[in-house]
């Protein structure tokens, strides 16, 4: 099972999830800005993407600086930033068991369908 934290609006999100439904494995989909991670589950997928908190955000969105945020900017203050905008998460995240990929590029995720 693996479960996508979907953005419709987003063109890498949709070609992410045509190809978990394409390998025919079980997908359950969030839409992750209608029903947000909270902060555990935040801390859930960091671990599982085996990354800093900076490299599973948009940067590049409005309140990322509207924030006051920066690309150096405390771990804790980055987490809860997502938690409390979930429009920070970079998308789309997919989660299988204790791993997890960003979608980008959509391909990415056959390293979770070879596990």
Not at 15 to 29: F, H, K, N, P
Not at 56 to 80: I, P, T, V, W, Y
Request: aromatic share 2%; net charge neutral.
């Amino acid at each position: 099972m693996i479960t996508l934290w979907h953005n419709p609006r987003c063109s890498k999100s949709r070609q992410t999830l045509a190809i978990l439904e394409a390998s025919g494995t079980a997908v359950t989909v969030r839409r992750y800005l209608e029903d947000p991670p909270s902060l555990a589950e935040l801390e859930a997928a960091r671990s599982a993407l085996g990354c800093r908190p900076i490299e599973m955000m948009r940067s590049n969105e409005a309140q990322f600086k509207e924030l006051g945020l920066r690309k150096d900017s405390d771990d804790g203050q980055l987490m809860q930033a997502m938690a409390d905008a979930p429009i920070l998460i970079e998308r789309p995240i997919a989660v299988k068991g204790t791993k997890a990929i960003i979608g980008r590029p959509p391909e990415a995720v056959n390293d979770l369908l070879s596990e």
